[in-house]
């Protein structure tokens, strides 16, 4: 069965440091895509970036990038030159194929990352 | 601009009761998904449909059900709410389609209280 797993409940970064937060998955499906979210105290859900399992290169949107390692099943979010507004929860997310028979859209447990100043 | 709208921002309900929880979007999305966000255990898939009167159970569908007469409203529903549902609920809506960059779109949340 499809999973996210989020080993990070918690993570502390130094403001202008880069931060890698973790995020692994289980599929059966060789079509899928994965999916970073944004939910800071305020609560609304912010997408940040994409991936899909056909992707050969990385994805990046301005500061955030995702690190892709299809082999080991891993999707991790690098945030470069963190800011005090990236204090927030962060959940990545995962949408299967039609292969599984379904269109199930998951997410993790989240980490919840603070910026220090 | 693209809208998810959740029927209550707040909702206190008693032990026992029949709760609805509704949904609407305005993009024309064939999928809808509803979870419950708890702390420390993320976001949880209740129930989704990928087209009217079309649905699928979730991860955790004991205790709900869910309704999609008309495309743009997805409807759960608490049979006879007990404490343990009291949590965050929220409603999310995607395109059809193959898997691609399918980007979800969320409701604000209901926060559902049950004494």
């Known amino acids: 069965a499809q999973k996210i797993t989020q080993t990070q409940p918690g993570m502390f970064v130094q403001e202008k440091e880069a931060v890698t937060l973790d995020c692994t998955y289980d599929?059966?499906?060789?079509?899928?895509?994965l999916f970073w979210y944004k939910q800071p105290s305020s609560g609304e859900m912010i997408f940040l970036i994409y991936q899909g399992s056909y992707d050969e290169q990385n994805a990046t949107e301005g500061r955030y990038s995702l690190n892709f390692q299809k082999a080991r099943k891993s999707a991790n979010l690098v945030i470069s030159a963190s800011q005090l507004g990236d204090s927030a929860m962060y959940f990545c997310a995962m949408r299967e194929g039609r292969n599984s028979g379904t269109y199930k859209y998951i997410f993790g447990t989240g980490t919840r990352l603070k910026v220090l100043a | 601009d693209v809208k998810v709208t959740q029927s209550s921002r707040y909702l206190v309900k008693r032990t026992g009761e029949k709760v609805f929880l509704e949904c609407v979007q305005d993009m024309d999305h064939e999928n809808m998904f509803w979870y419950r966000q708890d702390p420390g255990l993320g976001l949880r898939l209740i129930y989704f449909?990928?087209?009217?009167?079309?649905?699928e159970k979730g991860d955790i569908p004991e205790g709900y059900s869910v309704s999609r007469e008309k495309k743009e409203r997805f409807s759960l529903i608490l049979e006879s709410a007990s404490t343990n549902q009291t949590s965050m609920y929220l409603c999310?809506?995607?395109?059809?389609?193959?898997?691609?960059?399918?980007?979800?779109?969320f409701g604000q949340g209901t926060r559902l209280t049950v004494v």
């Open positions: 999310a809506s995607i395109e059809g389609g193959e898997v691609g960059n399918t980007e979800a779109f």
């Open positions: 449909s990928y087209d009217v009167k079309m649905k």
């Open positions: 599929t059966s499906d060789q079509s899928y895509g």
